[in-house]
């Protein structure tokens, strides 16, 4: 089929992010009592490149794709507690080290993604103290990175998405009275754009909820809204795109919801008190050239900044 070139905006106008206090759309599909309401099961997929197919035609159609990924429940139980245990340990901690103008630079530039995550973990193989002995984390991670890797090939033929490397899994905790921001994780506006946000590399989006305890009666607190808007391009706003249908996703465990990066716009859904801890995992498909090329265009963003501001 025709494969689908991501759609940029000629407009050098800011995207509007801000909350704007629009209706929010209707519901296209929420969890029931059993849980979430999967599109492929893999413990339902003998065929692993059937069932990746069959992920890649759903991220084509509706730009995210929530699958059951059969993880053994002991492994899940584990990561779970070994998550709890770093939390307790106080191991979480801001995403970024900001150390000299570079990392700053980047700090800001996956703010987009990130700014909801004030404390997380990476889950590195050679990690701090903390992570060591880590090994229910580690397995998942390791997991969820060659099964994003997996649709590498197939997302290029079909949708012009490319990515070349993934990046180290974040552990994040939703807990306490908190809302969370509407956001695109990577909403750059194209190569030839100076004026907007650098591309950040992200082109696939892989989060993965490690929540045994979860049950229906606990709500959906923790879990996840992705708005419908049309898959071959970014929603031109928040107002759009909360106006549009999404899919809820509670954070029940074995969960595997992924999307385009680029292209759909998410929320966290607000949590209350903290006695309820929600962990979720995520990687990121990443593509190492916009990798290599946003510091260099973010330099230059805010030299022009300086420049005007001297004016």
Known sequence: GKTGKIKTKASKEPMRWADDGQAIGPIFREPGEHGNTFDVRMSEEPD????????????KKRGVCVVQANAPDQLLESA?????????????????????????LEAQLWNQALKDEEKVVWIRDSG?????????????????????????????????????RIGHAMLSCYTGDRQYALHLDNAHRGEEDDVGLPDNGM?????????????????????????LTD??????????????????VAPHADTLVLFLSERMAH?????????????????WGLNGRAMQEMTKKATAIRQRANKEEEC
């Open 48 to 59: 692993g490149l059937v069932a990746a197919a069959k992920i890649v035609d759903c991220l």
């Open 80 to 104: 779970c507690y070994e998550a709890s245990e770093l939390w307790k340990d106080g191991a979480f901690a801001p995403p970024f080290k900001v150390h000299d103008d570079r990392s700053m």
């Open 128 to 164: 701090p103290q903390e992570l060591r002995g880590m090994n229910a984390l580690k397995l998942l991670a390791k997991n969820m990175a060659d099964f994003a890797g997996g649709l590498g090939q197939l997302l290029q033929t079909e949708l012009s998405i490319e990515f070349d």
């Open 203 to 227: 082109r696939l989006t892989c989060t993965y909820y490690i929540n045994p305890h979860w049950d229906h009666d606990e709500g959906i607190d923790g879990g996840l809204d992705v708005f």
């Open 231 to 248: 898959p071959s391009g970014p929603p031109s706003s928040a107002s759009s795109a909360k106006r549009a249908e999404k899919i809820r």
């Open 267 to 283: 929320q966290v859904i607000g949590t209350r008190g903290a006695d309820n801890k929600w962990f979720a995992m995520t990687v």
